[in-house]
């Protein structure tokens, strides 16, 4: 992924068919033409000698009133604190940090 910045302005372009998809993903999450935007919020530090890894959160508006239920048992975890849940099929996948925990299938 090569990333540019000019000034207030970033751009993103991606070298490859992973990173087209990881993009558009992060892009559909990021973007709600019928409510708010969402903003990156960096986590953490970025220090490339001791870990090359720069961290965000997504914050914004999170629809609460969608909960999400799980058509077999799954593991799922949390991107932003690294906790894993089993949900057992039926049960409605729980929040942590702030939005629904993700399926790490």
């Avoid at 870990?51 to 077999?72: C, K, M, S, T």
Wanted: proline share 5%; glycine share 4%; with cysteine.
């Amino acid at each position: 992924m090569q990333i540019n910045r000019q000034k207030n302005l970033v751009e993103f372009t991606p070298e490859n068919d992973t990173e087209t998809k990881s993009l558009e993903a992060l892009w559909k999450l990021m973007v709600d033409c019928v409510k708010f935007n969402k903003k990156l919020v960096p986590v953490g530090e970025y220090i490339p000698s001791k870990r090359n890894l720069a961290r965000f959160q997504v914050e914004g508006e999170i629809d609460e009133h969608a909960p999400v239920y799980v058509g077999e048992d799954t593991t799922v975890y949390c991107s932003t604190c690294n906790k894993y849940f089993l949900v057992k099929k039926g049960e409605q996948v729980p929040l942590c940090c702030g939005r629904t925990m993700e399926s790490l299938d």
